[in-house]
């Protein structure tokens, strides 16, 4: 069975640094990976999507990578700022999503 | 470009009544539909999902169902509501005729039972 973790669970950075955030799944035989971003009380808005045969995507300060055979991948986000707070969520496709339970970040001024 | 609508945006429901969720996707045709729950302080659990008009498949076994009436729109119902029924509920769509294509979501309704 399928099961997606994400470390941290929480995050609390001034603003200006330099973010890794963690996911991390048991089973490699997936199709691609997507990160999304949940603010409080809102939908998911889709950040990025890497295919399985893709080591890695950009989206302007937001970089993403997959190690499929280990089962990690990693949300990079360069030079925070205060309005990149929210739930960052990772989700495996196998033909269907299975979520991580996200990382709270806090960017603060 | 493509939009996706849910309604209402919350809802508080008394155990034992009623409930219809509604779901619209515009500017693609064909969608996977999708019906999400999150519950408070648990991750996202696909509740139902559909390829085509009148297709659903169910995830989890509960007193909810999901209808698609129309190739767009995307229903989910119950006859009697649950306190464990609960949560943030979250519709989505993805492109149906290239497979493993992205999610999009809607803004989500937020349901209490009393």
């Known amino acids: 069975k399928q099961e997606v973790t994400q470390i941290p669970a929480a995050l609390s950075v001034p603003e200006g640094e330099n973010l890794v955030l963690n996911c991390s799944f048991t089973?490699?035989?997936?199709?691609?990976l997507q990160w999304f971003r949940q603010d409080p009380g809102k939908g998911l808005t889709s950040l990025l999507l890497?295919?399985?045969?893709?080591r890695e995507q950009t989206s302007g300060r937001l970089n993403a990578s997959l190690d499929k055979s280990s089962g990690r991948s990693t949300l990079y986000i360069a030079a925070s700022q205060p309005g990149d707070s929210a739930t960052y969520l990772c989700a495996v496709n196998t033909d269907k999503l299975i979520f991580g339970t996200g990382t709270r970040l806090q960017v603060f001024p | 470009s493509q939009t996706i609508h849910q309604w209402p945006a919350t809802l508080v429901q008394p155990v034992g009544s009623p409930l219809s969720l509604e779901c619209t996707v515009e500017?693609?045709?064909?969608?996977?539909l999708y019906w999400y729950r999150q519950a408070a302080g648990r991750g996202l659990q696909l509740l139902f999902y559909?390829?085509?008009?009148?297709?659903i498949s169910s995830e989890v076994p509960q007193n909810l169902s999901a209808s698609r009436p129309q190739d767009r729109q995307f229903i989910l119902s119950s006859k009697k509501l649950l306190l464990s029924d609960s949560g943030f509920y979250l519709c989505?769509?993805?492109?149906?005729?290239?497979?493993?294509?992205?999610?999009?979501f809607g803004d989500g309704t937020r349901l209490s039972i009393l």
């Open positions: 559909s390829v085509g008009i009148g297709q």
């Open positions: 890497i295919q399985s045969s893709q």
């Open positions: 089973d490699s035989a997936i199709y691609n």
């Open positions: 989505a769509w993805s492109g149906g005729l290239v497979p493993n294509q992205p999610q999009h």
């Open positions: 500017g693609t045709s064909n969608p996977n």
